[in-house]
């Protein structure tokens, strides 16, 4: 039992980033910004719930952060044409410096560790079941349809009376809300906010979401096998291998190294949405 919630609090968070970055790209936005939205979210819920003592009002405001942050990627991208991988990177620095500042100036080192919490729970059934969610509204709704069509061919879109400008901003709140709540996952299972606490997990869901060929439940499999070495690097610390000690930064690394093999396309080869970068 222990084993499976562990892998449910590791795995869970990348659930919710991977099907934040799957609405993004399948509108044509490309998104490695997802690793900000996250960290953004975790500090303003950790910075809020510790001064409000509310733990819904806290997760609500980093819910709201992430989605201003994600509409800022789409403005970037849509209204200024800046590159999609400069702006995301962009505010990965921002969302890095911005959190680091807003912890130092804003938290309260005698309350540290009392964040208010809501129950692990209702996130890990928010995040287990979004992938079935997912593909539904993709498969069987009208609005699902839409997204895939601005994603596959923005030009034919606008043919059909569909505005890709309007489909990807909402596609990008969207993002928002998701890494929003991936992010407010991930410090509410901490119990406190540390610089740089999402730690790569953004650009791991990005990994798991080309491995599922950006499809909500090939993604959802790539997330638990990359949850699943979190789990195996955690329970691996200080044993052997081969007879040989083996420094802790070697297991830290090992999701890490898994996830720069899949991103080089060793472990499979998927088509991007056709539309991807396109305006």
Not at 59 to 83: F, P, S
Not at 195 to 206: C, Q, S
Request: aromatic content about 8%.
């Amino acid at each position: 039992m222990e084993l499976i919630f562990i892998l449910s609090t590791l795995t869970g968070p990348l659930l919710l980033a991977a099907m934040g970055g799957l609405t993004s790209e399948r509108s044509g936005i490309m998104n490695i910004a997802l690793e900000g939205f996250m960290l953004t979210s975790a500090c303003v819920v950790a910075v809020v719930s510790v001064a409000t003592g509310n733990p819904v009002v806290g997760v609500l405001a980093g819910l709201a952060a992430a989605i201003v942050m994600a509409l800022l990627h789409a403005l970037l991208t849509q209204a200024y044409r800046i590159d999609h991988i400069i702006s995301g990177m962009a505010i990965n620095l921002v969302a890095l410096g911005g959190t680091n500042f807003l912890d130092k100036r804003f938290t309260d080192l005698s309350r540290q560790g009392e964040i208010p919490q809501i129950p692990m729970l209702v996130f890990d059934v928010l995040a287990f079941g979004l992938p079935v969610l997912l593909w539904l509204y993709l498969k069987r709704t009208r609005g699902g349809l839409r997204l895939l069509a601005v994603g596959n061919d923005p030009d034919k879109a606008r043919q059909m009376g569909v505005d890709p400008i309007r489909v990807r901003y909402a596609a990008l709140a969207a993002t928002g809300l998701l890494c929003g709540l991936s992010g407010a996952m991930i410090v509410t299972n901490a119990g406190r906010f540390t610089d740089g606490m999402t730690a790569g997990r953004g650009f791991i869901a990005l990994a798991a979401l080309i491995l599922g060929g950006w499809k909500p439940i090939p993604t959802a499999v790539a997330c638990l096998g990359f949850g699943a070495l979190y789990t195996l690097q955690l329970q691996l610390q200080g044993s052997q291998l081969f007879g040989a000690n083996l420094p802790s930064q070697f297991w830290n690394a090992l999701p890490y190294l898994v996830t720069v093999i899949a991103m080089a396309g060793f472990l499979g080869k998927s088509r991007a949405p056709a539309g991807l970068g396109k305006e």
